[in-house]
């Protein structure tokens, strides 16, 4: 449950402020509903003792501009206090046909803990991400700094590729090379190495994506007692 009034009264001003600019914007909303058995997140285990989350998130899309908004939440289904609400705000510049560029800021929340503490269980991420989509394997590069308690740079680069499996269906698959500097650890260096595999379903408005990946650990300050990191999951989109 949550911790303090408080909680509630912030959750719900970001909720009223996001159906306010959805009435004004007339914005197209997309739901996104994941469900896995591992919370694994730039290297570090999230939710230990591999506990199953749902993590359901609602998109928010304006057509008359490049915003868009994401609100996202991890429900851990042992332990409560470490569920997570996200609020993303995104701007996607005009560049060229070969380069996309997006920036925006993420808001992090731990709301469930023991003693919330608006200072101590929040922080604050700017980021700017560069996709080179025609290039083979649609090279990414992804800077996310953390302003407030994570204090630190935490840099991506990551691949992927859509293999046909027949005229309707593609395999896709994604690897990501991790990079922190000293963002929620004390060192610097890379951190993780991550492939993942993917197979949409679509059915009419819906998609069914089961999934699965594998993180090494290449920092053991990140995740000190595993070297590798399984997870299961899939994914319902509409």
């Known amino acids: 449950m949550w911790a303090k009034g408080a909680n509630f009264k912030l959750t719900g001003i970001l909720l009223i402020c996001l159906v306010m600019m959805t009435a004004a914007?007339?914005?197209?909303?997309?739901?996104?509903?994941?469900?896995?058995?591992?919370y694994i997140w730039r290297g570090f285990d999230l939710n230990p003792d591999n506990n199953f989350v749902v993590q359901p998130s609602l998109d928010f899309t304006f057509p008359e501009s490049r915003w868009s908004i994401n609100l996202w939440h991890s429900m851990s289904a042992e332990e409560h206090q470490l569920n997570e609400i996200d609020l993303t705000f995104n701007y996607d510049f005009e560049t060229s046909e070969n380069i996309s560029v997006s920036a925006g800021l993420i808001h992090y929340?731990?709301?469930?803990?023991?003693?919330?503490?608006?200072?101590?269980?929040?922080?604050?991420?700017?980021?700017v991400a560069i996709a080179w989509d025609k290039l083979a394997l649609s090279p990414k590069l992804s800077f996310n700094h953390d302003c407030k308690n994570g204090n630190g740079l935490y840099t991506q680069l990551s691949l992927s590729k859509e293999i046909?499996?027949?005229?309707?269906?593609?395999?896709?698959?994604?690897?990501?090379l991790g990079y922190n500097r000293k963002q929620w650890i004390n060192k610097s260096g890379f951190t993780d190495l991550s492939m993942t595999a993917s197979l949409p379903l679509t059915s009419g408005k819906a998609t069914i994506?089961?999934?699965?990946?594998?993180?090494?650990?290449?920092?053991?300050?990140?995740?000190?007692d595993v070297s590798r990191e399984y997870?299961?999951?899939?994914s319902l989109e509409f």
């Open 25 to 38: 914007s007339e914005a197209a909303v997309g739901v996104k509903i994941d469900y896995l058995n591992r």
């Open 109 to 127: 929340g731990w709301y469930w803990v023991n003693d919330f503490n608006q200072n101590n269980h929040t922080t604050i991420e700017t980021y």
């Open 164 to 176: 046909a499996l027949s005229k309707t269906q593609n395999l896709e698959i994604s690897s990501a």
């Open 209 to 224: 994506t089961p999934f699965m990946g594998i993180s090494w650990t290449l920092m053991k300050e990140i995740n000190p």
């Open 231 to 234: 997870w299961l999951g899939l």
